[in-house]
């Protein structure tokens, strides 16, 4: 998958991800040891929603495999290669934002939010 910056002027980037509960990490390279960022992906009942493609102001919007995951704080866009690999990372969302979040997840929600 790709992904853009939180001013979304930026191009895309070409990261590998991996989900980790709710966690999404992103990696500059596949063998990479460390992240080079996470998603906190919370529930809907916290106004976490993903949706299939990407918002039409995205400069150059030229991607037809976008996903966006909205947050309380910001939109995160991705955009991938395929058709199957788009509908399976939403199938993962989708099912992660549907499921309430337990107690110890708020504070890693907390965590995320006021990383520097």
Request: charged share 30%; hydrophobic share 35%.
């Amino acid at each position: 998958m790709e992904k853009t910056g939180p001013k979304q002027t930026e191009g895309f980037k070409k990261r590998w991800f991996t989900m980790d509960d709710r966690r999404l990490m992103y990696f500059k390279d596949p063998l990479d040891a460390f992240a080079r960022g996470e998603v906190f992906i919370g529930s809907k009942e916290n106004s976490y929603k993903v949706l299939e493609g990407l918002p039409p102001s995205t400069q150059g919007n030229h991607w037809q495999h976008g996903i966006t995951i909205v947050t309380p704080d910001r939109k995160f866009l991705f955009a991938c290669e395929t058709e199957d690999d788009q509908l399976e990372w939403i199938t993962t969302f989708q099912k992660v934002i549907s499921r309430p979040m337990l107690p110890q997840e708020y504070a890693v929600e907390a965590h995320f939010k006021h990383k520097p």
